[in-house]
């Protein structure tokens, strides 16, 4: 035990050593990416007793992909209005312990001869680790986005560590199987595929130890627990929500199969040659999934742990392609299978290779080949460093939370002297929300029932294609957000913003005639704070108007039309 609780404090502090690399190539980003401060502000409402809502006091909607991570951030929030340290620190000790039970369980394999002109099985777990924490996508996914990356790859990664572990001679199946999937199924909705899965998997690893009723009999205490589970979520999404699912299921995946599997297949084979260490991996998994194909064709025995692993593994690439992947950079959902992905790595060198190249083992394990092999790894991983700020676009996701937070504080700064803050649309909705305290309506529809659940195709902008023009006129927010920006050094140009990325996600709609009778673009700022900060967005003209009244002070308004500035009226 003193052991084991030696190589966790080993590893934790190895990880927070590649966290604070990490923080230091995005240069110290204080705010996670946007769709975490969404769930921030489920977090923030929720422990200041509002309920699992985006506004307060507006409707209740899940908004959020993992309840489990809102609960875990709003009892943080309890604790400091400013969690995000906290956070971090929360998703170091998580990876930390899942990677120590790997460090274990490799070191209980027989990796090697106990001949010592040959390396110790401890290089084998060391190199695990090496390997996992040099992975710049891995680590920044799972500590500093903030997002539920972290405890979702822990949970997958103890899982399937758990199993691999199984006796299929014992009598018993292990008793954290019971609470990990209810945690999985509490964490995100792919766990309603990955629970079968890994419950599919016990009952076969049982089979070959107690016989196929024997072992149903042993597994039908765990399925019991988990549809317990399922049944009570989703009892409750019924009722708190009135939806079985969360609503950025609607707003983001399409109702096309086929749409979904062809960017799904796309993002798959991108992820695949994303890197050195990812394709040797996925090899890795084809030569052991041809090899449980042929012995189970053969009738040969068949490493236990294989099946484990092959099927795991292609669980975790497989199912991004029913939702047509994700629109984030470095591979979001392929960072949670990541560490399950290098045991199949080494899973295969250790049970495999023997099998089919004799000679390899003993060339391969020497002091040697090794040694020139962690080279060339530290080399590889190194370039990967090096690159990673420049090729990956999650310090453009950083940029949008702390530009939205700044921006939220700036709009209700702007309008303070108002009866009542302006009903804000827009297309970002974490950051700005965090710090905004008027209603925000987020026209991508992930927090917003009526946009996410108006019949549409979902094609487009991944993740981003939601939005629809009835739904948006019947909204009718006053604003519509485009940029928060220094007017001086800002030029209005026609042709740029019919191309932006805003007119593409909101549907072309700033050349829709039924938006520009009601809307216009214009600039508004106020002489008592800084003249030259602006807030430029698509007005409701009504809502001009009555800005424009004696009683609304200091508020200066420019109109572009046609490439002209000019007045209101």
Known sequence: MKKHILQYFIIVGLTSLATLLILQVFHFPATGIDDANITFVYAKNYASGHGFVYNIGGERVEGFTSLLWVLICAALFKCTSNPEVLIIITNI?????GATLVFSYLQSLDFVSTDKKYVRPLVWPILYIVVLLSAPAYVAWTTITLMENGIWSTLLLLT???ILKDDPASPKINPLLYPLSAMLLLTRPESLLWVPVFVGLVWIRKICGHGTLKSLQMVLPLVGASLLTVALLLIFRLLYFGFPFPNTYYAKVSPSLLYNLFQGGKYLAKYCISDLVVFVSVISLIIMGV????????KHSINAGSISLVVICC???LIPLLTGGDHFGSFRFYQNIYPILLVCLLHCVRFLLPLYVHTAPRFLLSRKVILVGVVLLIAVQGARWIKFDKKSIIAHEFAIAENGRRDGTFIANLFSNQSCLPKIGVITAGGIKYTYPGEVI???GLNNIM??????DRKGVKNHAAFEKPVFFKLKPEIVIYEHININCWKYNKDMMR???QNRALKYIFDDTS??????????????MEPEEALIGWYLKDYLYKLKKPNSLNIEMYVYSDNKIGSLL
């Open 315 to 317: 669980t975790g690439l």
């Open 515 to 528: 938006f520009t009778k009601l809307y216009t673009l214009a600039a508004i700022s106020r002489k008592d």
């Open 160 to 162: 399937t560590i758990l």
């Open 499 to 501: 191309s932006s990325f």
């Open 451 to 456: 946009m996410a659940h108006f019949p549409g």
């Open 291 to 298: 090899h449980v194909i042929l012995a189970f064709v053969k």
């Open 442 to 444: 987020d026209l991508m």
């Open 93 to 97: 000790l998580l990876i930390s312990f």
